[in-house]
């Protein structure tokens, strides 16, 4: 059996079974994160470009306005411009990242700082989950061989490549969502918690 099937057996998306009508906050984002994977799993499946469905998705599910970003993505998917170098789900998750942590101001260090250590998770997560952060090696990884000529497009197609990569998008898509949230949670001033009710 191919890699890509273990992991869609493992109960991708969604992952969790939370109820709609469930106003937990943890459910709520789960719910949240597993309808952005969703989203990336399904715009590559129709449309295709791994590093623009990724990116899409989270800007999509997280309020983030991102249409020149997303538009930018055309040419990086396929390991940028199909050379198999870095997979365009890192790509676009990356793209999110600096999208949804970062700062406009070039002089801001600790939102660099802060971006840079979150795309550091990011990557890692993506590593450990797929083997590598390249294109070709993430492929070999899921199917077996590494779609790098129009010639073995009918066997990948066979071989489900394109369900696997689309898998790969959604994951980069819950991961890179799932870091956005955590980080801005961080980032939040504290709920001032009320005291008890003065005497009458």
Same mark, same amino acid.
């Given at each position: 059996?191919?890699?890509?099937?273990?992991?869609?057996?493992?109960?991708?998306?969604?992952?969790?079974?939370?109820?709609?009508? &469930?106003?937990?906050?943890?459910? $709520?984002?789960?719910? @949240? !994160?597993?309808? =952005? *994977?969703? #989203?990336? %799993?399904?715009?590559?499946?129709?449309?295709?470009?791994?590093?623009?469905?990724?990116?899409?998705?989270?800007?999509?599910?997280?309020?983030?306005?991102?249409?020149?970003?997303?538009?930018?993505?055309?040419?990086?998917?396929?390991?940028?411009?199909?050379?198999?170098?870095?997979?365009?789900?890192?790509?676009?998750?990356?793209?999110?990242?600096?999208?949804?942590?970062? &700062?406009?101001?070039?002089?801001? $260090?600790?939102?660099? @700082? !802060?971006?840079? =250590? *979150?795309? #550091?998770? %990011?990557?890692?997560?993506?590593?450990?989950?797929?083997?590598?952060?390249?294109?070709?090696?993430?492929?070999?990884?899921?199917?077996?061989?590494?779609?790098?000529?129009?010639?073995?497009?009918?066997?990948?197609?066979?071989?489900?490549?394109?369900?696997?990569?689309?898998?790969?998008?959604?994951?980069?898509?819950?991961?890179?969502?799932?870091?956005?949230?955590?980080?801005?949670?961080?980032?939040?001033?504290?709920?001032?918690?009320?005291?008890?009710?003065? *005497?009458?």
């Amino acid at each position: 059996m191919a890699r890509w099937q273990d992991v869609a057996e493992q109960g991708w998306a969604p992952r969790r079974r939370v109820p709609v009508e &469930s106003t937990a906050p943890e459910e $709520a984002r789960d719910r @949240q !994160l597993d309808a =952005t *994977a969703r #989203a990336a %799993f399904d715009h590559l499946r129709a449309y295709g470009n791994c590093a623009r469905a990724t990116l899409w998705a989270v800007a999509t599910h997280l309020g983030i306005p991102a249409p020149d970003a997303v538009r930018a993505m055309l040419g990086l998917c396929g390991g940028i411009a199909g050379t198999g170098g870095t997979c365009g789900g890192v790509i676009g998750g990356l793209a999110a990242l600096g999208l949804g942590l970062g &700062s406009a101001d070039l002089m801001d $260090a600790a939102g660099q @700082q !802060l971006v840079r =250590t *979150a795309s #550091a998770e %990011f990557v890692a997560e993506f590593r450990k989950t797929f083997g590598s952060a390249l294109c070709f090696e993430v492929q070999e990884g899921l199917v077996g061989f590494r779609n790098d000529n129009p010639s073995k497009e009918p066997a990948w197609k066979a071989a489900g490549g394109c369900v696997a990569c689309a898998l790969v998008c959604g994951e980069a898509a819950r991961s890179a969502a799932r870091i956005v949230l955590d980080r801005r949670a961080c980032a939040s001033p504290p709920q001032a918690t009320p005291g008890p009710a003065p *005497a009458p």
